[in-house]
């Protein structure tokens, strides 16, 4: 990994992001983008984003989905970080991006006008902006950043609901061992706040109703917890070939030494209380990186603050790293920044990634009364300083998918 | 720790040599199932016909591949509420893949089996309800099942519980071009160590949303006439015609298939996908370097190959790239180039699959499926179509190309 780009709430770029990371603070509030008092929860971490201010231009605007701007914009602050461009084949560059929602806001809000508010269930054609079947496909995503890039070789889109963002740069990193490509621009956007993505999510009283305490809403492992808190954002990295970026004298953030995809063939929302799947993708994952358990100094956790999730992964984490899960830190990001459904595990990753730069835990906000049923090290409250050698994120989501991602500090990949 | 017991990895290892086809589950428009489509297609029966779903006077668009079932005759009742039309399609495919294969996943190992599907627009006639739901009643009257029934790997979820697959599980999107790559990306997982993957995409998701969306794309036939609506690579070629299905494919390691006394319907033999640079930049599409490298994937060349199974958007302007790459890589009508989706319409992510469906069943019986017999090329002199009969030739080897709105170039190569 060698470029690293961020749209997330809290902060536009890397930078921004680790800072809001570190400092243990959260970007959870009220819902801004639209009028959400209707809803069972009302709340959400937004991104500060002024598409103006990130260098889109006005058509891009009017063309784009906000998921689609965010996937851009990181990407652009990727490529740059990597120093790649320009030295890149176009036919050895490929591109994949993941989300789960896609350009749901767009559908969303053109919908209440081809249908007139939902009166007629015949859609007036005629109503329906020239986007609309750029906003029916989600790689319309993968087409745009493929172009910035001047990527031609494999593109598309990875969907896997909640553990795309693992899921994608999974693929990317068997697309570049499978030696169809050199260079990968991959990472995992969603920016769907919007209404039915909250109503689905209000029907299942999957998130938080913590209307009245939205910065301390996300509790993950916490005894209090009530459900995630919708999120947003995106985040993009440049993969190479390990030679290739080492021929051109590249930063490497990490390398991704191992990842596994598993399904738990059990509900489309609901999860086995063993946490046998996400076990195995992560024996999986570190099988392929030549890692034992306690070789692993950083879990990223999925933490999403259900009651359920939490307790399914702090059992997977025991199945699967035995005794060595009771001294690993632990951590949620997605108690400061939410839970961004598809982009989410990217963002989990670049912090991943960044937590190995600079040697610091991000740690688990609002983690203040520890359910004692998640009895791991989850580094409430403040970060930690440490040197990480190897990091693991995790990730479970609709669908039954879970997934495990290895990243191996630069230069210290397993023999 | 032990890796390998706790992966529970079953059959062969890594890198354990070809990845073979043990099963076909098909749902299209002229025809459910493998055998009744194949008769269709070799009949030259289409499926193609006037909307009936909904009434579509008021839209540029009004035919379609379309796809009626009775659910309740095929599905348990439970999952009917929670399924999308194109959904319950996939469940039907899905378990006539397995048992074609005479494959039971619960019989297997934990983890030993898996599922990669194609997807485009995800559950969009679910998603309509639920949308109408919510703009004229309000956000409490969206259903529970919402959050999954539209979301693009849906069908790998669905099978996925269906049939205890705990393996490997994605969804892939690149529209037309996104079938190949799952069936490419589940290969890898069997070349991986997974003894049993399901893949492929069955799609198309037709309510009046779905359509309006589509219509879009500017790629849409508005001609009424069934018959004349898809006719790629005719002069009168107006666009293409959406439809509803595709087909699933159960993918073995050789050597696992052959130990367990499974009939192989042909080999995944090779792939590759490219991506076209932005319109107006100059440069080559990248069609061409797609089928090149899938070509040398499968250690073949061009002469090994007896039947091509075209994109045949029919869009003039792609069909003619279609034909010129196809003439420059085997010869001016160097090889058979066929389109049975003429007959089916395209069914974005279902299409390229039902297309690699095509082609084995091609290799097994030893004849081409024809497209439709309206169609009269406008590029005979650079591509051998197969029109209107089956052409019957000894096929060892077939290529299938795939592309997706977008820039998005697939190939892949099946041979016996």
């Given amino acids: 990994m060698t470029g690293v780009g961020v749209v997330a709430p809290g902060g536009i770029g890397t930078k921004q992001y680790w800072e809001l990371l570190t400092s243990g603070t959260t970007a959870t509030r009220t819902i801004s983008l639209f009028d959400a008092t209707p809803f069972r929860s009302r709340i959400a971490a937004e991104c500060d984003f002024d598409p103006i201010a990130a260098g889109l231009s006005r058509r891009e605007i009017r063309r784009w989905d906000r998921t689609t701007q965010f996937a851009v914009v990181a990407a652009r602050e990727a490529l740059a970080d990597s120093g790649a461009v320009g030295e890149m084949d176009p036919h050895r560059t490929g591109v994949m991006i993941g989300t789960a929602c896609g350009m749901t806001q767009s559908l969303d809000r053109e919908y209440a006008v081809v249908s007139d508010q939902g009166a007629t269930w015949l859609v007036d054609e005629e109503h329906g902006v020239p986007y609309l079947y750029d906003y029916f496909l989600p790689s319309s995503m993968a087409t745009e950043i493929a172009w910035m890039a001047e990527a031609e070789g494999p593109v598309g889109v990875v969907s896997t609901g909640c553990t795309s963002g693992i899921d994608v740069v999974g693929h990317a990193v068997d697309l570049v061992r499978d030696g169809m490509a050199d260079v990968m621009v991959a990472g995992a956007s969603d920016a769907a706040?919007?209404?039915?993505?909250?109503?689905?999510?209000?029907?299942?009283?999957?998130?938080s109703p913590r209307n009245d305490e939205p910065e301390s809403a996300s509790r993950p492992f916490d005894r209090t917890r009530n459900g995630f808190v919708l999120g947003e954002g995106a985040a993009v990295f440049v993969l190479e070939e390990y030679e290739h970026a080492r021929r051109r004298g590249a930063h490497v953030y990490a390398e991704i030494t191992g990842h596994a995809s598993r399904c738990n063939a059990y509900s489309m929302t609901g999860l086995r209380s063993d946490g046998r799947e996400m076990a195995d993708a992560i024996g999986a994952a570190l099988g392929q990186a030549r890692l034992n358990p306690d070789d692993i100094d950083y879990v990223n956790a999925h933490g999403s603050a259900t009651?359920?999730?939490d307790r399914h992964e702090t059992a997977a984490f025991k199945l699967s790293l035995g005794p060595h899960a009771y001294d690993v830190p632990v951590s949620s990001i997605k108690s400061m920044i939410g839970h961004s459904l598809g982009a989410i595990c990217s963002l989990e990753v670049a912090a991943c990634a960044l937590a190995i730069e600079h040697a610091v835990i991000p740690p688990t906000a609002n983690l203040n009364e520890p359910d004692p049923e998640c009895d791991l090290d989850f580094v409430p409250l403040v970060a930690r300083e440490r040197e990480l050698g190897a990091v693991l994120s995790v990730a479970s989501g609709f669908g039954g998918f879970q997934s495990a991602i290895v990243l191996t500090a630069p230069g210290r990949r397993a023999a | 720790m032990s890796t390998s017991t706790l992966t529970g990895r079953a059959g062969a290892g890594p890198g354990s040599g070809p990845v073979v086809v043990t099963g076909l589950g098909v749902a299209a428009p002229n025809g459910l199932g493998a055998e009744e489509y194949w008769r269709a297609a070799l009949?030259?029966?289409s499926g193609i016909a006037p909307i009936t779903r909904f009434d579509p006077a008021g839209y540029s668009v009004r035919i379609a591949g379309q796809l009626d079932i009775e659910p309740k005759e095929h599905l348990p009742g439970r999952l009917l509420p929670q399924t999308d039309h194109m959904t319950r399609l996939a469940l039907i495919a899905a378990e006539e893949a397995l048992a074609d294969a005479?494959?039971?996943?619960?019989?297997?190992?934990?983890?030993?089996?898996?599922?990669?599907?194609?997807?485009?627009?995800?559950?969009?006639?679910?998603?309509?309800?639920?949308?109408?739901?919510?703009?004229?009643?309000?956000?409490?009257?969206?259903?529970?099942?919402?959050?999954?029934?539209w979301f693009y790997?849906?069908?790998?979820?669905?099978?996925?519980?269906?049939?205890?697959?705990?393996?490997?599980?994605?969804?892939?999107?690149?529209?037309?071009?996104?079938?190949?790559?799952?069936?490419?990306?589940?290969?890898r997982n069997v070349r991986g160590g997974t003894a049993l993957m399901l893949a492929g995409g069955v799609d198309g998701s037709l309510c009046p949303w779905s359509l309006v969306c589509m219509t879009k794309s500017g790629r849409l036939s508005t001609v009424t006439d069934p018959d004349r609506a898809y006719l790629p690579f005719d002069a009168a070629a107006s666009g293409h015609v959406p439809g509803e299905g595709g087909a699933l494919l159960v993918l073995e390691a050789r050597a696992a298939a052959r130990e367990r006394g499974a009939r192989v319907l042909g080999e995944i033999a090779g792939y590759a996908a490219t991506f076209d640079p932005r319109p107006g930049s100059g440069r080559e599409p990248g069609l061409r370097r797609a089928i090149d490298l899938a070509f040398a994937d499968a250690r073949v060349t061009a002469a090994d190959v007896d039947v091509v199974f075209a994109d045949a958007v029919g869009v003039p302007d792609l069909d003619r790239i279609e034909?010129?790459?196809?003439?420059?890589?085997f010869g001016p009508r160097g090889v058979p180039v066929t389109a049975p989706k003429s007959l089916t319409g395209r069914l974005l992510g279902g299409g390229a699959p039902l297309d690699v469906a095509s082609a084995l069943l091609a290799l097994r019986d030893g004849v081409i499926p024809p497209t439709a017999a309206a169609v009269d090329c406008a590029y005979a002199d650079a591509i051998d179509l197969v029109t209107g009969e089956p052409r019957e030739a000894a096929l060892g080897t077939a290529l299938v190309v795939a592309r997706g709105y977008g820039g998005f170039n697939s190939a892949l190569v099946v041979r016996r």
């Fill in chain 2, 323 to 329: 034909a010129a790459v196809l003439a420059a890589v």
């Fill in chain 1, 193 to 207: 706040i919007s209404p039915i993505t909250v109503a689905c999510f209000d029907a299942i009283k999957a998130t």
């Fill in chain 2, 153 to 187: 790997p849906v069908n790998t979820g669905q099978v996925s519980i269906r049939h205890d697959l705990r393996g490997p599980g994605s969804a892939l999107v690149a529209e037309q071009a996104g079938g190949l790559d799952a069936i490419s990306k589940a290969a």
């Fill in chain 1, 307 to 309: 009651k359920q999730n």
């Fill in chain 2, 43 to 45: 009949a030259g029966r």
């Fill in chain 2, 102 to 149: 005479g494959a039971d996943p619960e019989e297997m190992p934990a983890h030993a089996a898996g599922v990669v599907t194609a997807a485009s627009g995800g559950g969009f006639e679910f998603g309509q309800r639920e949308l109408e739901a919510l703009w004229s009643k309000g956000g409490n009257h969206v259903s529970a099942y919402q959050s999954f029934a």
